[in-house]
């Protein structure tokens, strides 16, 4: 049975990961989840709620819905229960749980939900078929996933470039893929979903547009970035200096006369 360990989360667990997917969550809220809305009484799955950062906006837009989240980090579960009682939502219920062996009846959900889980998995497919079986018949899975291949910006610079695909070849290294988002259709459809639409959602940042720089390229990016120092470094896939630079690169790409572009896929399929 194909697990997904805690280990494998190429972000870490630190502190400021947690307030990097904070930051992701509230900067992006409009733009990823204003139209996920789930009628009163509807029982939602969330799968892979970390820390809770997507958990309480779902818990906002749909406020008498029954949301049952699950993860496999005990760790950012606790989190997760934290923030939201610090927000006042109630209509949550956490628990631990592997995505690959849920212990949930057949037919269980009425909508199932996956954010930012799949780039992690070696296996995405065989996760939404696990998906699949617990939800009801006519139900919906809403699948959310970024594309690292969809990123450009500017000034780019070798550095920047070089440190950034190092990113990219970190995940692939632990079993990831963060190039998953322009997969999400085919996913969807491999999984045994109907009725599918994908709309890509884009992000992007100039200084005419400072709470994206600062909330999106500074806060999410870069420390998203970052976060894979040790382990690119390490691997051997890029040098500690022109990772700097390349750091360095991209916070340029956040001032005066920078720009970053990059694109979300939000896919939705029936059972």
């Known amino acids: 049975m ?19 997917l904070n930051d992701q969550a509230n900067t992006l ?8 809305k789930y009628s009163p009484g509807s029982a939602v799955l969330e799968a892979g709620c970390g820390i809770g950062a997507q958990t309480v906006i779902l818990s906002k837009n749909s406020p008498k819905a029954k949301i049952t989240s699950i993860d496999i980090s005990e760790e950012s579960l ?22 690959f062996d849920l212990p949930f009846e ?30 009801k018949t006519g139900g919906t899975i809403t699948v959310i996933e970024g594309d690292h291949g969809s990123c450009f910006f500017h000034p780019e610079t070798e550095a920047g470039v070089k440190t950034w695909n190092s990113l990219v070849e970190v995940q692939a290294r632990l079993g990831g893929d963060s190039l998953i988002g322009r997969q999400v259709y085919p ?10 639409t994908v709309s890509p959602r884009m992000v992007y940042s100039d200084s005419s547009r400072p709470h994206m720089e600062e909330g999106f390229v500074r806060r999410t990016i870069i420390p998203m970035v970052e976060g894979v120092r040790e382990s690119a ?4 896939i890029i040098d500690t200096d022109t990772f700097d630079r390349g750091i360095e690169d991209l916070h340029r790409t956040a001032a005066e006369y920078g720009t970053f572009n990059y694109m979300f896929f939000k896919g939705v399929g029936r059972k």
Do not use: W
């Open 2 to 20: 194909p697990s997904l360990k805690s280990h494998d989360y190429v972000h870490g667990y630190s502190e400021r990961e947690s307030a990097r």
């Open 29 to 36: 809220e409009e733009l990823l989840h204003s139209d996920t």
């Open 78 to 99: 606790n989190l997760a229960k934290e923030r939201a009682a610090r927000d006042g939502v109630t209509n949550v219920e956490f628990r631990v749980e592997n995505i």
């Open 106 to 135: 057949d037919d269980s959900f009425d909508h199932v939900f996956v954010c930012f889980v799949l780039e992690h998995l070696k296996e995405p497919v065989k996760a939404l078929a696990s998906l699949r079986r617990v939800l």
């Open 187 to 196: 996913l969807i459809k491999q999984a045994g979903f109907s009725d599918i």
């Open 233 to 236: 470094t390490g691997m051997g």
